[in-house]
């Protein structure tokens, strides 16, 4: 929670108080996009250790609590047994079958029980200590992950100013974008597969507009969320079916980036992938994010490595004590009209 501080306060200065204050140019605007989200991103990435923690402190208190249980039933009928001894007399102990002489084994019996009591007396003793510093811990982490949290939504609020000022920076293009969305969305609508769509976007109608990639910056790559790579490419899935891209784990309404700088080609549903973004790179290269929430990027606009896309689908009625859903962000890296491993163009993976 304290190396989080730095980051946020650091969002704070980096980004304009009032929206209408956000630098005017496109490449300002982008410029102080990629800040912030690389500052979100680090909050992000604390928020993901944290929950971690408080879903290892969640496992150990369910199996305490269980343990306690179980004990605590254990000890209530050897205590009860021991009770309905101690209420017996004597006199009728000694006239039972057995007689004294069963009653001299029954208390060497007890005597014997009694260390085994003790030990397991202590060992109950030390169970509801650990279990009552388990409680305390989960309260404390459930406490951090609550308000990294909060900051978090504030922190996003706070983006879409940006996003916002990007709007308005590319104002003069809306009808450009506007055109081209419906001819891609045409293009979408007529394609049977996404090799058919993509080979579309790549050799389209003559009127559809071509992106200019010359414009781009030569940027390193990254990864488009803070998560957990859980299926890496040629890796087989969960249907034992090799993967064509990387599947990765992250938190609920992460925020998602570029992974390349690029020219966006289509953002909207497509048959089973849900809402993807498409973006073309220099060299003939395509990014394909699937797996998203709110798309914040518009079919004919250009980005740069690093700028926000759009969201990780969201769990709005999340429990704030628990930690958070996870959600899984599909990218694949394709290379004429074929998906080839990310590591060509994301530094680290290879």
Known sequence: MRRALPLIFALLLCVPAKAQ??????????????????????VEAQLQEIDGHLAELNTKAEGLEKEYTLRRARMADTLAALTRMGRT??????????????????????????????????????????????????????????????????????LEALLDARSRATGGQAVIWQDEARKVAQLAQAARTLRDFLSGLDTGPADTAAPDLEIIPNDDGQLPVSGIIRVSYGQRDSIGAKSSGLSIEALAGTIVVAPLGGVVRYGGPFRGYGNIVIIAHKGGYYSLLAGLDKISVHEGETIVSGEPIAILENDSDANPSKPAARKTLYYELRYGGQPVNPSRKLPGLG
């Open 89 to 158: 007399p004597r006199a009728a102990i000694l006239t039972r079958p057995g007689g004294p002489l069963q009653a001299a084994r029954t208390s060497m019996l007890l005597g014997a029980s009694f260390p085994v009591i003790e030990t397991e007396a202590a060992s109950y003793k030390t169970l509801l200590t650990d279990l009552e510093k388990t409680r305390r811990a989960l309260a404390d982490k459930a406490g951090q992950a609550k308000t990294t949290r909060a900051q978090l939504r504030a922190q996003h609020q706070t």
């Open 21 to 42: 204050d956000a630098p005017a140019s496109m490449g300002d605007v982008q410029s102080e996009l990629v800040r912030a989200a690389s500052i979100i991103r680090g």
